[in-house]
């Protein structure tokens, strides 16, 4: 690993990150007079299987508006040539599903009994548990080979029918066919690895009743999808220690993160499940169009605080290669773009009654796939090179920053 050339042009100052067939454009202090430029975009893109270039010209374009006077500049690329699919393939490598319990502004419930929900008699310890959680392992148990569209039009007359206003959601950084079977286990011969948390926060205010409940349903569905329960493979982060001695606090889920993701290959199927508090704070680096960030709340958070969505992603989805398979499962209020990636299935009320004009319980009249996510932040993505960045501005050694690089990508 090694930095080829620090450039300063048109008001950017340009650094590359070297690393064996793929390089790495960091794009720091964007801007400078005139109308060229960037727009704002802090970013960081990667480039694979192509020779390795040290011309700056060939690759800043990409991202630069075109015109511009005063300070110079401009000759990039039209914005109209600025191809979404291909750059969310870059920024997220891996094939990454996220379904979230509610929409941003809704509260995810906590069931005090979920035998209403029918679930199978060997699945989980019964009582508490998540209204999302329970709804969704029993649709799947009842409906082993249903798609992605029915399970969350099935999952959602459920709650209905109890009373509940959540809407589930998913999410992804690909567009879905939302026909597809619903599928955790891709089973392409890859390494098979699930880490589950469930908080019930014992003890302190908004104490909880169903959320290890919920961790030890999803461990009886994962196991009878092939996924292994030895702790090499499975690991476990709950609040109670007659279930594991492992607490879900701070350290422990970035640590989860680290271990999960860590040597996954291209056909590795990944999983990844939360059952907790989750919550909404005040954006603090402007890469979310509302203002807010997503997150979770660890056992500890009084004390370290609560999880954004910033770290979520720079944790767990970054470091993902291209051809892994992470499937998440966020049973947590305020959950709808937890992750922000890149697509999203609106599945409101409207969007439903269009999609089953036949009623609830009737054939779908046509099969969407997933749509850009207006919120999605390509600023967020470049948060995460900047962060190497930093490493190198502060006199971080060459090693420093293939350690940053290999902590954030791979």
């Not at 870059?90 to 929409?103: K, L, T, Y």
Request: proline share 6%; charged share 20%; glycine share 16%.
């Amino acid at each position: 690993v090694g930095v080829s050339s620090v450039v300063v042009a048109d008001g950017r100052e340009t650094t590359r990150v070297i690393t064996g067939d793929c390089m790495y454009t960091l794009l720091t202090k964007l801007g400078g007079g005139g109308g060229g430029g960037v727009r704002g975009v802090r970013g960081v893109f990667l480039f694979c299987g192509g020779t390795v270039t040290t011309e700056v010209p060939e690759v800043v374009p990409r991202f630069g508006g075109g015109g511009g006077g005063g300070g110079g500049g401009g000759g990039g690329a039209p914005e109209d040539d600025f191809d979404p699919v291909a750059r969310s393939e870059e920024a997220i490598p891996a094939d990454v599903r996220m379904f979230s319990g509610c929409q941003d502004q809704q509260t995810s419930a906590d069931v005090h009994d979920v035998q209403s929900f029918g679930l199978p008699e060997n699945v989980g310890p019964g009582g508490a548990g998540g209204a999302c959680t329970n709804s969704m392992i029993a649709t799947l148990s009842a409906n082993p080979n249903i798609s992605w569209l029915e399970l969350l039009q099935k999952m959602q007359v459920m709650l209905k029918q109890k009373g509940y206003s959540q809407i589930p959601q998913l999410s992804g950084s690909r567009s879905l066919d939302m026909g597809q079977q619903v599928q955790i286990n891709t089973q392409e011969g890859g390494n098979l690895r699930s880490l589950l948390v469930g908080i019930n926060y014992v003890g302190q205010k908004g104490e909880l009743r169903g959320c290890v409940n919920d961790v030890l349903v999803m461990k009886q569905y994962l196991v009878s999808q092939g996924f292994p329960e030895d702790d090499s493979n499975m690991r476990i982060l709950v609040d109670d220690p007659n279930v594991s001695p492992l607490e879900p606090n701070y350290s422990n889920i970035v640590e989860g993160f680290r271990w999960l993701v860590e040597g996954a290959g291209p056909a590795d199927s990944l999983f990844f499940h939360y059952s907790g508090h989750g919550g909404q704070l005040p954006d603090d680096d402007g890469d979310e169009k509302d203002g807010m960030d997503e997150t979770i709340i660890p056992v500890d958070y009084r004390s370290a605080g609560q999880m954004r969505d910033d770290t979520i992603f720079e944790k767990l989805i970054a470091p993902l290669p291209k051809g892994c398979h992470l499937t998440c499962v966020m049973d947590c209020c305020h959950s709808g773009t937890v992750m922000d990636l890149p697509y999203m299935f609106k599945a409101d009320g409207e969007t439903m009654e269009q999609i089953f004009q036949d009623g609830e319980e009737g054939p779908p009249a046509f099969t969407p796939n997933m749509t850009m996510n207006p919120a999605f932040s390509w600023e967020k993505v470049g948060a995460v090179a900047m962060k190497v960045w930093d490493v190198y501005q502060g006199g971080g050694s060459v090693q420093d920053m293939g350690a940053a690089v290999t902590q954030f990508f791979f």
